[in-house]
């Protein structure tokens, strides 16, 4: 099982490309839950995120033979960038296999590291088989995003920095896809402060370990579905699982929708721009998915910031919906003049702010005489929000909010 020592041994291996990231407090979010809160900002990585840790303690430990035929890899982008960055530093060629669908900028980025980069597959597992395939065919060796100890023990090195640059840590938050990071972090907290919580954080539509957990054994799930992509495999490891068994205290889940709202209270609040995988372990804080005490000091690990920018804008408008700071409704009004005009004054006397409008006269579920308005606004809040929608339909318009 991982040690202590390996995770030493590696944070000598790769102290000359790896940064330490900073530690961060965040008076925003610790007066929003009461604990004390230190982001980890581990987004701000080489490659923008963790994965660069292990994959370059893999390829430094292989042998002079194994280095020359070359490495193989699959991941959905924060892996992939990792190997091709490290290979590319070790002089060693890599090809990476990712899912179909990846992010396009995990995909430029990776090419722009250096590595040859195959897409196959619906999700990581699909990249996986064919990498396994590459690695028969053209005998490379596979570095395994998670379950590797020498990749575990890379991404350990980040336990030792939370401990490193807050000593008085009580609890560290961690996401879990694969285990890998998680299963590092656990071991280089634990081994020096066995009182130090770990818990662990998986997306709704990705979460195999509580099952898992459950039954004693490793449980897949058949397929995954979240935004959180850089955690979107559908079981843990092999290695990691024993770990998170032995030194992980509580593994919780967080929806789509929490994870959206985090992200956008990080770029609102912080300034800071994490992936949706980046944004779990917050997430899980501000949802109360576990207990904690007032003013504890609580570690939030923002593992990666590398989010495609088309996903981006979906997430701020479903995080700005969670805020209560967008608003989509839908009435029908007489095709007559003027009557659009007043349901604008209301509106605007409310003090809400239209983005667009939108006119359907042709749908068969209003009358000949009628046209059906969907207007997007910009609300302050819930509160701004329901009273809006309140004095709308005190006016005598029929209101449907839109998902």
């Known amino acids: 099982m991982l040690s202590l020592a390996a995770i030493h041994d590696a944070r000598d291996r ?67 960038q990792g190997v091709a960055l490290a290979a590319t530093r070790a002089g060693v060629d890599a090809t990476i296999v990712m899912p179909e669908h990846a992010p396009i900028s995990k995909v430029q980025a990776t090419r722009r590291y250096g590595g040859r980069v195959v897409l196959d597959g619906v999700d990581y597992e699909e990249a996986q088989a064919r990498a396994h395939e590459i690695e028969r065919e053209e005998g490379r060796t596979y570095v395994h995003a998670f379950n590797d100890e020498m ?105 789509d929708e929490e994870i959206a709202l985090a992200l956008t209270l990080l770029l609102e609040r912080s300034k800071t721009l994490v992936e949706g995988a980046g944004a779990v372990a917050l997430s899980a804080l501000l949802e109360d998915r576990f207990e904690y005490d007032e003013e504890e000091v609580i570690v939030p690990a923002l593992c990666g910031g590398n989010i495609d920018m088309n996903v981006l804008t979906t997430v701020i408008l479903r995080g700005m919906i969670q805020l209560g700071r967008y608003l989509k409704i839908r009435t029908v009004l007489p095709d007559q003049p003027g009557a659009l005009e007043g349901l604008i004054e209301i509106i605007a006397d409310k003090g809400a702010n239209i983005y667009e409008i939108h006119h359907e006269r042709a749908s068969r579920e209003i009358g000949m005489s009628d046209t059906s308005v969907e207007l997007e606004l910009e609300t302050h809040g819930p509160e701004h929000a329901a009273d809006l929608l309140a004095t709308l339909r005190d006016a005598g318009y029929t209101v449907d909010v839109q998902k």
């Not at 042998?63 to 020359?68: E, G, L, N, T």
């Open 151 to 255: 990749v575990m023990a890379g991404q350990g090195t980040i336990g030792l920095e939370i401990l490193d640059q807050q000593p008085d840590v009580e609890t560290v938050i961690v996401p879990i896809g694969g285990g890998g990071l998680i299963s590092g972090i656990a071991t280089a907290i634990k081994s020096q402060q066995p009182d130090v919580r770990i818990i662990g954080v998986q997306a709704e539509g990705a979460s195999s370990v509580i099952d898992s957990l459950a039954a004693g054994e490793i449980r897949a799930r058949d397929s995954v579905d979240t935004v959180a992509d850089g955690i979107a495999t559908r079981s843990v490891g092999e290695h990691p699982f024993e770990i998170i068994q032995e030194r992980v205290d509580e593994v919780v889940t967080v929806s």
């Open 14 to 80: 790769i102290a000359d490309v790896v940064r330490v990231t900073p530690m961060q407090y965040s008076y925003a979010f610790s007066e929003r839950t009461g604990a004390a809160v230190h982001l980890k900002l581990e987004n701000f990585q080489r490659t923008g995120a963790f994965k660069l840790r292990g994959a370059l303690n893999r390829i430094t430990t292989l042998s002079d033979a194994q280095q020359a035929a070359g490495v193989v890899t699959a991941s959905a982008g924060n892996h992939a």
